[in-house]
C-alpha cells in the first residue's frame, strides 16, 4: 500500500500547480451562429457556448466566499485567439436573476460573444451563489467580483480550450455601468494587472452622493423606482454600518416592506411595486424622501460628513482620468438613472483631460429600458475599432477536468458532482504546498476537509477516467 501511495503521489503531483481561483465549470448551453443572427440583426460572426463559473473572492468583510458568473465563449471550426471582454450586469430583481442563470441581463454576453468575444458576466457579491446581502451600487465590490473572475478566467480557457488574448474590454448598463466604471477605475489604480484595452460604462449612476443622492433627499419629482433609494441605503448600511434599526432611517409604513425584502420574501420589483403604493397612499405622490425620517434628511443635509455622505461620496466615480480610450453612453430621456449623472461624469473626466474620451446621447428620446440596444450597439462599434484575434493552429488537448465540489463553502465534508469512485487524492493549500496525498476506498466520492483550517484548498484527485480538480472554500 506504501508504494501504492508514493507512486500516484508522484503522478500527482507532476500536474502543474495552477492559481487558486477556479472551483467549478458547468455547461448552461449553446447558440449557434445562425440563431445569433436572428436575435441580433444579423450581428453574430460566431456560434457561443455558455458556462457558468463559480470561483473564490472575498466578501465586504474580507471573508472567503464563493461566487459565480456566466462566460461566454465564441466557437468557430478554426481555432482563433479572442480578446476579453467583462459586461456589468445591471440591477437585477432577486439572488437567482442573475447572468449565471441565465437571467438577469445576460443576453448581452450573448451579443458580445457572437461578436468574437470571451464575455465574463459577474453575478456579483450577494447575488448567484454568493452569501449575504448584494452590497447595491458598491463600487469596491463590483470591481473586485470581476477582477477575481478575470484571475479564474486563465484556468477556465484550459479547462474549456479556448484561447484568450490580451485585450480587455470593459461595458456595463445602468448598475453595471456603475460597476464597469469601478472595475476600470480599481485596474488603472494598479488594483489589478490588467491592462484596459477600451470601456464603455452606459447609464450609470456615477455621482452618487450629487445626482442621486439629490433624488433620495432633495427632490419632489415623481420617482417611480423608490427601491432603489432602499436598496442603496440598506446596501451601504450592510458594508459601514450606518444605522442601528432600520427605523431610524425609514418611516414606520415603509419598514415592514423593507424587512420583507432583507428577509428575501419579496424581490425588487415587489418591493418597488408596495413601495409605490404606500406612497400614494400615505403622501398622494410616489416621492422617495417622504419615505425617509426627518431627522435623517435634514442630517444629511446639513452634515457633509454625516456618514451616510461619506458612504455616498464613497461610492462616486466621475472625478478620474481614464488613460484607455473610454466612452459614455446614455440617453437624456432616462427615467430611471437621470442622464445628469453621464453629465456630470463627462465634465469632470474632460476636465481632467483624459487622453481619449467622450460622452455621447445615443438617443434623447430613449427612456432607460429603450436606450439598452442604441447604446449597446454603439459600445459594439466603439470597441470594434481595436477588436483583434488571431487563427491559432496545432493546440494539444488539456487532459485535466474540473469538477464541481459541495457544498462550497464548506466545514469539512464535501462531496464531488458526477463521480462515483476517487482513486486517490491530494490536498494542497493557497500557497500551493501539499498537505495530504490520500489513496481512498472503492466507490467514494466525498472528501473530508474538517482536519483542516479555514481557507482555499485544490484537490487533485486520480479518477478512471483521468486526472480531475477541484477548488474549495473551507470555512
Not at 468574437?116 to 452590497?135: A, C, E, I, Q, W
Not at 419629482?221 to 436598496?231: C, D, G, I, L, N
Not at 462531496?415 to 482513486?423: F, M, P, R, W
Amino acid at each position: 500500500m506504501k508504494k501504492i501511495v508514493f507512486t500516484l503521489s508522484a503522478f500527482l503531483l507532476a500536474i502543474t500547480t495552477q492559481a487558486q481561483t477556479l472551483i467549478s465549470i458547468e455547461l448552461k448551453g449553446s447558440e449557434t451562429q445562425a440563431a445569433l443572427a436572428a436575435q441580433f440583426r444579423n450581428i453574430a460572426n460566431n456560434a457561443v457556448d455558455l458556462y457558468k463559473i463559480t470561483y473564490t473572492t472575498t466578501d465586504v468583510f474580507n471573508e472567503a466566499d464563493t461566487a459565480s458568473g456566466l462566460i461566454v465563449v465564441p466557437r468557430r471550426d478554426e481555432v482563433y485567439s479572442y480578446p476579453r471582454l467583462v459586461f456589468q450586469h445591471g440591477t437585477v430583481a432577486s439572488r437567482t436573476d442573475v447572468p449565471s442563470n441565465l437571467q438577469g441581463g445576460y443576453e448581452a454576453g450573448l451579443f458580445f460573444g457572437g461578436l468574437g468575444y470571451v464575455t465574463l458576466l459577474p453575478d456579483f457579491l450577494g447575488l448567484g451563489t454568493s452569501r449575504g446581502l448584494h452590497p447595491y451600487v458598491h463600487a469596491e465590490s463590483e470591481a473586485s467580483a470581476a477582477i477575481d473572475m478575470l484571475h479564474a478566467l486563465d484556468e477556465f480557457a484550459e479547462e474549456v480550450d479556448v484561447i484568450v488574448n490580451d485585450q480587455l474590454f470593459i461595458t456595463g448598463y445602468s448598475q453595471g455601468g456603475h460597476a464597469a466604471m469601478a472595475l476600470h477605475k480599481a485596474i488603472e489604480d494598479g488594483v489589478a494587472d490588467f491592462p484596459v484595452t477600451a470601456a464603455a460604462p452606459m447609464s450609470g449612476p456615477y455621482s452618487i452622493s450629487g445626482v442621486m443622492r439629490e433624488r433620495m433627499t432633495e427632490s419632489e419629482e415623481t420617482y417611480f423606482f423608490p427601491a432603489y433609494v432602499h436598496f442603496t441605503i440598506v446596501s451601504y448600511n450592510y458594508v459601514y454600518g450606518l444605522y442601528d434599526d432600520i427605523g431610524e432611517v425609514f418611516k414606520p409604513p415603509y419598514v415592514p416592506l423593507l424587512q420583507q425584502f432583507l428577509d428575501e420574501e419579496i424581490n425588487l420589483n415587489g418591493l418597488n411595486d408596495r413601495l409605490i403604493s404606500a406612497l400614494i397612499q400615505n403622501n398622494g405622490a410616489v416621492v422617495p424622501k417622504f419615505m425617509l425620517q426627518d431627522s435623517i434628511v435634514n442630517a444629511v443635509l446639513s452634515d457633509d460628513m454625516h456618514p451616510m455622505n461619506v458612504a455616498l461620496r464613497d461610492n462616486d466615480l466621475f472625478d478620474w482620468t481614464p488613460q484607455a480610450p473610454t466612452r459614455l453612453y446614455y440617453c437624456m430621456a432616462d427615467d430611471q438613472v437621470p442622464f445628469e449623472n453621464s453629465v456630470v461624469a463627462a465634465d469632470a473626466i474632460r476636465a481632467n483631460n483624459a487622453p481619449n474620451f467622450d460622452a455621447i446621447d445615443v438617443d434623447m428620446t430613449a427612456d432607460h429600458g429603450q436606450c439598452v440596444e442604441p447604446a449597446i450597439i454603439a459600445t459594439a462599434l466603439f470597441f470594434g475599432q481595436f477588436w483583434d484575434v488571431s487563427l491559432v493552429a496545432n493546440r494539444e488537448p488539456i487532459p485535466s477536468r474540473l469538477i464541481p465540489a459541495f457544498p462550497n463553502p464548506t466545514t469539512g465534508l464535501v462531496q464531488l458532482e458526477g463521480v462515483s469512485d476517487i482513486a486517490a487524492v491530494e490536498v494542497y493549500n493557497a500557497q500551493g504546498q501539499r498537505l495530504r496525498v490520500q489513496v481512498l476506498p472503492t466507490n467514494t466520492n466525498q472528501i473530508d476537509l474538517s482536519v483542516f483550517p479555514a481557507g482555499t484548498y485544490t484537490l487533485k484527485f486520480l479518477l478512471p477516467e483521468g486526472v480531475g480538480v477541484s477548488r474549495v472554500v473551507k470555512r
